[in-house]
């Protein structure tokens, strides 16, 4: 585990606790879906980078004012979802009917109490109705009206389902579809075209009180049926967090994920096999899925503030932030983990 | 892990196959949601041992013929599903609204694909909705109207809603809310009455091939808000399956079977602290929830034919049948694990 040579460094402009201790005391780590060099112009890039530092600088302002790590991860995750060059609020792709149906989970690792939603189709911000699911009922997932519902109801932001129109993933919906008829007429299978759903957001923290929380939200696959519900809601699937090991928010074909549980999964071999953070992520996203072709990502972090971001695409836009408060920015750098500490 | 002496043991009335190796060549076994002596009349007691014995029968009767064990689960929990007796399907309790919403799941332990629908409202079978998610989709699950309409464009049986109206449920689900009420005005909370919300079905496998297969099915909890999704049709929730350690049928206050991982931290245990079928249920269902004051059960069953059901209520209607093709069915014996082998 090695940090890598070509990180980012962008330091933010405001002052920071800089870490006495070898243990971090905050930590707020964030991923913004895989993504392909191919796809990822120099501009994009920029934009790319400038979104994850405001989700970052959004997150650790909480922390750094001694708030706790569901707060933070939910602030992060929500300036992510409304930046539209993320698969989640705003940005959200189209399913089958070229609609836009939203997915999101939260967890917090102290009590492992949990909220999501899934199948949202008027909420602004999923991830705070995620919130509002595990503070305010006594369920942990609320799917499609009710879940829509749910959000009117207690004061949400809801939009009109137009809010989530954006021209760019509308013409990958097009391009997507068109794909898919060739491949339909041509005989093929139509395998997902993980290229035309970049974005996936997660975040996971680690407050001054030692407590970890996980968030994850997202617009799904694009063109994915009406109804469908990925790993990002599911808690074990996409999203855990678990004082005892470790803070988890994932990415990639949501549906291999919920197959082999995979935030659980990484939980268990650090409780029962003593894996570090990097051991745990690598053996789900380097040793079970990659095998198996299936592009991911996991981001890892526990209570210690030992981070690790596991994954296998081209690149993966990322960052964290520690007590010295210096931003960490990257996208690409293939298949490697770099830890924090 | 002693065999129960209490056991009812029915011999049906078909020929069957006797074992003689050591090991199983065939099990299936069900369960039908945890129940309370109180609520069981002696009359209701015979109606439910009839029920599992006909499901068991159906699920027997394709492992008898050589078939698998994923069409086997899925016979044995559609039988239950069209039983009004039990709690999914045919005999769904009411939500909050008045209405049914039904959850199921389905997975096989060979190839860990899985298929599950979530708050459905006209599928008369949603474990068959279920399957054919697994199997005409690239997703594992679908919800509400996409679940629904899926069915209906893949011709599984469709109902009126009305169809899934039962008396007994309804008159559950008036007291619920009464009580509901009461508890509002004289300020107490409204702890959740698992007693109105007996019978979420489900089923375990293992075929000739040394295939398993897990499959449940529910209509969640009496009173649940609209859109609420348990841990029934959640895979590593409720359900799980893999030929590598166990197949996994859940019943219980899913809000915790989801936030604990409950199925698939089972395997974990088996796979990682090389626990058996029955000591890895009991650490759930016994040493994580009971504690809690969580009401649930787990069944558990490995490719070598150990099976273990654990359970944390007064009884768990349940039954199994192995290549004797003698039927083992009973509700009540307070926390055992009985081991089939």
């Not at 971090?24 to 993504?35: D, L, M, S, Y």
């Not at 705070?128 to 369920?139: D, G, L, P, Q």
């Not at 009180?209 to 990002?232: E, F, Q």
Request: proline share 3%.
């Amino acid at each position: 585990m090695t940090r890598n040579i070509n990180l980012f460094f962008i330091l933010l402009q405001a002052s920071f606790i800089h870490a006495t201790t070898a243990i971090p005391k905050v930590v707020i780590a964030i991923h913004g879906g895989t993504a392909d060099h191919e796809e990822i112009s120099p501009l994009l890039e920029k934009e790319i980078l400038d979104g994850l530092a405001t989700s970052l600088k959004a997150g650790y302002q909480i922390l750094k004012n001694k708030g706790g790590s569901l707060a933070a991860v939910e602030a992060a995750v929500k300036v992510l979802e409304n930046n539209p060059l993320f698969n989640a609020g705003k940005g959200a792709v189209f399913t089958e009917e070229g609609k836009n149906e939203m997915d999101a989970s939260i967890m917090e690792g102290r009590t492992k109490k949990a909220g999501a939603v899934a199948s949202t189709t008027i909420i602004k911000n999923p991830i705070s109705a995620a919130r509002a699911v595990m503070e305010k009922t006594r369920h942990v997932l609320l799917v499609g009206n009710g879940a829509d519902q749910f959000a009117k109801d207690n004061g949400l932001e809801i939009v009109d389902p137009k809010y989530f129109y954006t021209e760019r993933r509308w013409k990958e919906w097009q391009k997507s579809k068109q794909k898919k008829n060739q491949n339909k007429q041509s005989g093929l299978p139509t395998p997902w075209n993980r290229h035309f759903s970049l974005g996936t957001t997660g975040a996971v923290a680690l407050d001054p009180l030692g407590n970890l929380a996980a968030a994850t939200s997202t617009g799904g696959l694009t063109n994915k049926m009406h109804g469908r519900v990925g790993d990002s809601p599911l808690i074990g699937a996409g999203t855990y967090a678990d004082n005892e090991t470790a803070a988890i928010s994932c990415t990639g074909v949501g549906e291999y994920f919920i197959r082999f549980g995979v935030a659980h999964e990484i939980t268990a071999l650090m409780k029962y096999k003593g894996y570090d953070v990097a051991k745990a992520s690598d053996t789900l996203i380097q040793e079970t899925l990659k095998p198996l072709k299936v592009e991911g990502a996991a981001i890892v972090l526990d209570a210690k503030g030992n981070l690790a971001f596991s994954y296998f695409a081209e690149g993966l836009p990322r960052g964290y932030v520690t007590d010295d408060g210096v931003l960490h920015l990257l996208i690409f750098e293939k298949e490697t983990t770099q830890s924090l500490r």
